[in-house]
T-cell receptor
């Protein structure tokens, strides 16, 4: 069975631009979570979606947003990029109510 | 806010040595997962422990959940270079319906 797919793998953007990242979960997984990973802060939770609804949200500014489609695929968007947004963005999918998360390879975003 | 503290942060050992890494909290978790992450990749789930005092073995890796479900340890016997990576623990809140809490990880380097 195919794993979690994130696209693109790498992205370079300029300050002030916006970016959209995509995540296709494992077939049958309806819960999708997004995390930001940086060397200093570790894995920080961004948001979780289930049935096209945001269930939980982390402590990030409103520039970070997401959505989920009816096929469980999810996207996250970051507007007005800042240098500090440079990070590995990870998507994880799971069965609802099951804490075991399966991660994609991530999207490495560099803001210059 | 629930926190998971992992120690040590960094560990560099010779091939064949044994090691233990720790994951501690003042909070109770209903389950705890261990993940390994290699550079440029997403975390990969190794194990989930659910019952206080539970011990699980995965080849040379032994995982233990504390009796009070507040802490966990990972012991590796006869470490190999392939064990190199970032080891992350993640806890599921006992009240449920909240995102996983991740520790910042232990970065292990096994030198041949």
């Amino acid at each position: 069975k195919a794993g979690v797919t994130q696209t693109p793998r790498y992205l370079i953007k300029t300050r002030g631009q916006q970016v959209t990242l995509s995540c296709s979960p494992i077939s049958g997984h309806r819960s999708v979570s997004w995390y930001q990973q940086t060397p200093g802060q570790g894995l920080q939770f961004l948001f979780e979606y289930f049935s096209e609804t945001q269930r939980n949200k982390g402590n990030f500014p409103g520039r970070f947003s997401g959505r989920q489609f009816s096929n469980s695929r999810s996207e996250m968007n970051v507007s007005t990029l800042e240098l500090g947004d440079s990070a590995l963005y990870l998507c994880a999918s799971s069965f609802v109510g099951n804490p075991e998360a399966f991660f994609g390879q991530g999207t490495r975003l560099t803001v210059v | 806010t629930q926190l998971l503290e992992q120690s040590p942060q960094f560990l560099s050992i010779q091939e064949g040595e044994n090691l233990t890494v720790y994951c501690n909290s003042s909070s109770v978790f209903s389950s705890l997962q261990w993940y390994r992450q290699e550079p440029g990749e997403g975390p990969v789930l190794l194990v989930t422990v659910v019952t206080g005092g539970e011990v699980k073995k995965l080849k040379r890796l032994t995982f233990q959940f504390g009796d009070a479900r507040k802490d966990s340890s990972l012991h590796i016997t006869a470490a190999q270079p392939g064990d190199t990576g970032l080891y992350l623990c993640a806890g599921e809140n006992a009240s449920g319906n909240t995102p996983l809490v991740f520790g910042k990880g232990t970065r292990l380097s096994v030198i041949a």
